[in-house]
């Protein structure tokens, strides 16, 4: 019996052990880090917006920081976060904020523009062919909120509702020098 147990003890603390563990550590870092940290730099994206005008991040966006909020009407957590973005919106606008409110390409367009009317969404709201979600690194989960900085770098990727204090103090800090 205190031969299974000493075998026991021994084999918990293999060298062996400690470095499978550290090379699966590795591995799953990396993978996070080409899967997310890859994406470090907004990409060049063009948003169609209800109007028809069109707007991307290399040109009419290029140097300002912005949210890029990919939402649908039929998702429950966009509508419960929509007045939150609202006021993050009026809350920054005057400090050079820019918001676009991409609507994913299986909502209806009578649906979008109905609820930016009704909802007077005081930012640009375009409409999705699939390819800014693509773009923005294949977004399928509504509400994705991406925080660009003026350098183009993505400062924060937000799946589901952020918590918009720190959501505040993150754009408070990114439009600092802007102000």
Same mark, same amino acid.
């Given at each position: 019996? @205190?031969?299974?147990?000493?075998?026991?003890?021994?084999?918990?603390?293999?060298?062996?052990? *400690? %470095?499978?563990? =550290?090379? %699966?550590?590795?591995? %799953? =870092?990396?993978?996070?880090?080409?899967?997310?940290?890859?994406?470090?730099?907004?990409?060049?994206?063009?948003?169609?917006?209800? @109007?028809?005008?069109?707007?991307?991040?290399?040109?009419?966006?290029?140097?300002?920081?912005?949210?890029?909020?990919?939402?649908?009407? @039929?998702?429950?957590?966009?509508?419960?976060?929509?007045?939150?973005?609202?006021?993050?919106?009026?809350?920054?606008?005057?400090?050079?904020?820019?918001?676009?409110?991409?609507?994913? &390409? *299986?909502?209806? +367009?009578?649906?979008?523009?109905? *609820? =930016?009317?009704?909802? #007077?969404?005081?930012?640009?709201?375009?409409?999705?062919?699939?390819?800014?979600?693509?773009?923005?690194? &294949?977004?399928?989960?509504? +509400?994705?909120?991406?925080?660009?900085?003026? #350098?183009?770098? %993505?400062?924060?990727?937000?799946?589901?509702? +952020?918590?918009?204090?720190?959501?505040? =103090?993150?754009?408070?800090?990114?439009?600092?020098?802007?102000?």
């Amino acid at each position: 019996m @205190s031969q299974t147990t000493e075998a026991t003890s021994t084999r918990g603390k293999s060298p062996l052990r *400690y %470095i499978v563990t =550290a090379l %699966i550590a590795g591995v %799953i =870092a990396c993978t996070g880090y080409f899967a997310f940290g890859g994406q470090q730099r907004v990409p060049d994206a063009t948003f169609t917006l209800l @109007s028809g005008q069109k707007v991307s991040t290399s040109g009419d966006l290029k140097g300002k920081v912005y949210l890029v909020n990919f939402w649908a009407t @039929s998702c429950e957590t966009c509508m419960k976060e929509m007045p939150d973005m609202i006021n993050t919106y009026n809350k920054f606008k005057g400090r050079g904020l820019e918001f676009v409110a991409v609507a994913m &390409n *299986y909502d209806a +367009p009578m649906y979008v523009a109905n *609820y =930016a009317q009704t909802r #007077n969404l005081p930012f640009k709201v375009a409409m999705d062919d699939g390819s800014a979600a693509k773009q923005f690194g &294949n977004v399928q989960l509504t +509400p994705t909120t991406f925080v660009v900085d003026k #350098n183009g770098k %993505i400062l924060k990727r937000y799946v589901g509702e +952020p918590t918009f204090a720190e959501l505040d =103090a993150l754009l408070d800090k990114a439009l600092g020098s802007a102000a």
